[in-house]
Nanobody, 120 residues
Framework: VQLQASGGGLVQAGESLELSCVAS????????MGWYRQAPGKQRDLVAT???????NVADSVKGRFTISRDNADNTVNLQMNSLTSEDTAVYYC???????????????WGRGTLVTVSS
């Protein structure tokens, strides 16, 4: 399984951005998909995950601002990010796993990451 993320960029605080990730290869083996992020000098943290059935898990730090969604037919997972702040600046990684609820950061497949920079 290969994951290709897109949609990162530079935005102003308060603006919105949407990330997308497409799975290719053998995507039928995927159950959970999600987004993690790593800010400079910090560990990689959960942003949001979603199972093939649509159950979501969203980090408290982005709850109410970020929405994760998924299209199983197209093997894509999206992250709509609203009301961005400088604290959201990070490299965002798409992840996928055959399990429905893999442990944090134990996902089997990872994309290369896409940089989101929020200027204040």
């Amino acid at each position: 399984v290969q994951l290709q993320a897109s949609g990162g960029g530079l935005v102003q605080a308060g603006e919105s951005l949407e990330l997308s990730c497409v799975a290719s290869g053998t995507p039928f083996s995927i159950n959970a998909m999600g987004w993690y992020r790593q800010a400079p000098g910090k560990q990689r943290d959960l942003v949001a995950t979603i199972t093939s059935g649509g159950s979501t898990n969203v980090a408290d730090s982005v709850k109410g601002r970020f929405t994760i969604s998924r299209d199983n037919a197209d093997n894509t997972v999206n992250l709509q990010m609203n009301s961005l702040t400088s604290e959201d600046t990070a490299v965002y990684y798409c992840a996928a796993d055959p399990r429905s609820r893999p442990g944090s950061s134990t996902y089997t497949y990872w994309g290369r990451g896409t940089l989101v920079t929020v200027s204040s």
